[in-house]
């Protein structure tokens, strides 16, 4: 409870710094305003599927029910995170670049990482449960991740028309944002973290709930 008391709190303050504190953003007007969400979906859209990733490892290594659960939980919620970049971010692009789509190097390599989302899901949707389809998503988990890195330098490794890094760049941190926009992200970037973590405690409570009652139906026809 009191987890997600902070939540809403930190929720609250992020919207009320996103809406009413930080100011216009001169060239691109009211519709900078996405960056808030922008960036911290992709930020939890990356983070989730290296829990995947990690969690796929050690299910591998130690072939526990709880690491597999964990990575299953994280890639259903990451999945809603990486859907929420590709909508912002055409809606974001449309009155800056002109267009709502371009086959640009991170974007195109963004929506990679939702098809891997997408197919990690309907791999475990699709495959017999057990411990085999469990191995399936735990390498397909592992394989997947490699997009994560790629997609994260690909506006450094390829000549794109997504803007770099600014404000965790280390040759100019913050650059380009007004204190009271960087205090604004920054906040941003904690409500979603918060809210991930919120609803992937929330995922793998059910998916422990549903191996309970499976249990419990097993001995029952036992």
């Not at 983070?47 to 995947?52: G, K, L, T, W």
């Not at 789509?101 to 098809?115: C, E, G, H, I």
């Not at 495959?127 to 890195?149: C, K, M, N, T």
Request: proline share 4%; aromatic share 16%; charged share 15%.
């Amino acid at each position: 409870m009191i987890f997600k008391w902070l939540t809403f709190i930190v929720v609250t303050f992020s919207l009320i710094f996103t809406f009413f504190i930080t100011p216009i953003e001169r060239q691109e007007g009211i519709v900078q305003k996405i960056m808030y969400f922008h960036i911290p979906s992709a930020w939890i859209a990356f983070f989730a599927f290296f829990i995947v990733f990690v969690a796929s490892i050690l299910y591998l290594w130690k072939k526990e029910r709880e690491w597999d659960i964990i990575a299953h939980s994280a890639a259903e919620v990451g999945v809603i995170f990486c859907s929420l970049v590709l909508i912002t971010g055409p809606i974001w692009a449309k009155p800056i670049w002109g267009v709502w789509w371009t086959w640009d190097a991170r974007l195109t390599l963004t929506l990679v990482l939702w098809l891997i989302y997408v197919a990690y899901l309907m791999l475990r949707f699709h495959a017999p449960e057990g411990s085999q389809r469990a191995r399936f998503a735990a390498v397909l988990g592992i394989v997947g991740f490699l997009d994560v890195p790629i997609v994260h330098f690909s506006v450094l490794w390829w000549r794109t028309i997504h803007p770099k890094p600014k404000v965790l760049s280390m040759e100019s941190p913050g650059s380009g944002l007004e204190s009271t926009m960087l205090i604004a992200l920054l906040l941003s970037l904690l409500a979603f973290t918060l809210i991930f973590f919120l609803l992937l405690g929330q995922r793998i409570s059910l998916e422990k709930m549903r191996d309970e009652m499976n249990e419990i139906k097993n001995k029952l026809k036992d």
